[in-house]
């Protein structure tokens, strides 16, 4: 079995070129594939190979104080998802283009998968806020959740200014993939006056690790050539057009 895991910190990092070319070589010595990326306020990675070599480079990463202990999401193929092995110097580790907002300074206030699901268990009077693109979304969804119909994170921003004004003053949880869009997503929605925002720990994939797929309806796509997951985090029969590349 291959183990994919991915996961991010927003950190200050100031050797960005020095610590490129150390996981770019030590990533090719333990036959890994996928992506890091490396920005001056953070690193966010997917990659997959065999256990005990995740586990080494888990190990070279941690070694390393900035990254002691980011929250890693696993999950299990049979073949290798990822087709090459790239570590890139960006400007942002998630494109936004807003240089105010800076999640190594503050974020929106979080809230656990468990008690998320609690509250829709409830059926409390909360807003579900999906921040992610319309390709991602027209696969699998929270039940009830609002859809930005978005085609790319940058137009989050403008997007939400259609909401109503109202919504401003209500209870509202927003969530994506893996949570990294909404560290910046939430303190967009703060910086328009939302009063009582908090963002899902962990996204949808922490969400189908540990609440299954309650209140959630269809896939949740992927970056990678499995393409969508299912709440039991398994390979679906989503496929992505080579001509449109959309699932």
């Known amino acids: 079995m291959i183990v994919n895991i991915a996961g991010y910190r927003f950190v200050e990092i100031h050797d960005r070129g020095d610590l490129r070319e150390l996981l770019y070589e030590r990533c090719n010595?333990?036959?890994l594939k996928g992506s890091i990326l490396i920005s001056p306020n953070g690193i966010n990675f997917s990659l997959a190979g065999i256990a005990e070599k995740i586990d080494?480079?888990?190990q070279i990463l941690e070694s390393d104080e900035r990254f002691i202990g980011i929250p890693v999401k696993v999950s299990y193929t049979e073949y290798q998802p990822f087709r090459r092995m790239l570590v890139k110097k960006k400007k942002e580790i998630i494109s936004l283009g807003l240089e105010e907002i800076r999640p190594t300074e503050k974020t929106g206030p979080y809230i656990s998968p468990?008690?998320?699901?609690q509250l829709l268990d409830n059926e409390e009077e909360i807003v579900v806020l999906?921040?992610?693109?319309?390709?991602?979304?027209?696969?699998?969804t929270f039940e009830g959740a609002i859809d930005l119909d978005i085609s790319s994170f940058r137009?989050?921003?403008?997007?939400?200014?259609?909401l109503p004004n109202d919504m401003k003053s209500k209870k509202l949880v927003m969530f994506c993939t893996g949570g990294i869009r909404c560290e910046k997503a939430s303190l967009v929605m703060m910086n328009a006056g939302y009063e009582d925002?908090?963002?899902?720990?962990?996204?949808?994939?922490a969400y189908f690790d540990q609440c299954n797929g309650s209140h959630w309806t269809g896939d949740c796509f992927v970056f990678d050539q499995r393409v969508a997951l299912?709440?039991?985090l398994q390979e679906t029969n989503v496929e992505m057009c080579f001509k449109c590349r959309e699932p």
């Open 130 to 140: 999906d921040t992610r693109n319309c390709y991602e979304t027209r696969i699998g």
């Open 155 to 162: 137009e989050f921003p403008d997007a939400i200014k259609s």
């Open 114 to 117: 468990q008690d998320f699901k």
């Open 29 to 31: 010595d333990l036959d």
């Open 197 to 205: 925002i908090s963002q899902l720990e962990g996204g949808i994939l």
């Open 56 to 58: 080494r480079f888990l």
């Open 230 to 232: 299912d709440p039991n």
